[in-house]
């Protein structure tokens, strides 16, 4: 109670964002609509992961449901490929984690106009009027917080932001293994990589959950406990 009631007192903006965030992540009626900013970062992942591989990006497609689809050319198997396959998952954790860190050193502006620049990168590659949508409405909020909100507020967006984004790469990482434990497998990143590496898609799923679960540690110990 003690250290709850520290946080409180110290760090009421930051603690406020993550039961926000963590709401947002738990509760389905919320997720259902957040989850593309989740998917967002999860196609940029791979769409990143693809250029530096050295292959080429076609495009990238978000859909209402809340899935996505990058499309890149090349090498059908190799490790540029592979390489392409393993940056979907991490990315919104790692993004998480990276703005964590920028909020924690009181660079919460810089966070969002990273964020904002990451999404017009992102719109570039789009190739569907829904995707586009969902990438300039989420734009325009970054947008209006970084331009006009007061220092205070723009702290807790982004610090409820880099929250969401580890929650929520830890919750798609848990509905991946939930479906591929009811027998939902075929053209997930974890089945893909297991073709093209041998390696079980047990295995990859469950690293892509370590991952997103130390991003969800350092982005506690980073904004709540680190001293500062």
Sequence with gaps: MDTVRQLVETRPVVLLAAVLALVAVSWRMSWRWARTVVTIAHEGGHAVAALVAGRGLTGIRLHPDTSGVTVSTGARRGPGLVFTFLGGYP????LGVG???LVA???AQLTLWIALALL???LIGIRNAYGAVAVLATGVLVAAVAGWATPRVQD???AALCWFLVFGGLRATRELQRGRRRGYRGDSDADMLARLTHVAGGI???LFWLVAGVAV???AWV???RPT
């Design 99 to 101: 703005g964590a860190l």
């Design 156 to 158: 807790g967006f982004a």
């Design 223 to 225: 904004l709540l406990i």
């Design 120 to 122: 017009a990168a992102t």
């Design 91 to 94: 990315a919104p954790s790692l």
């Design 217 to 219: 540690i350092i982005a």
């Design 105 to 107: 050193a009181d660079r």
């Design 204 to 206: 990859w799923a469950v």
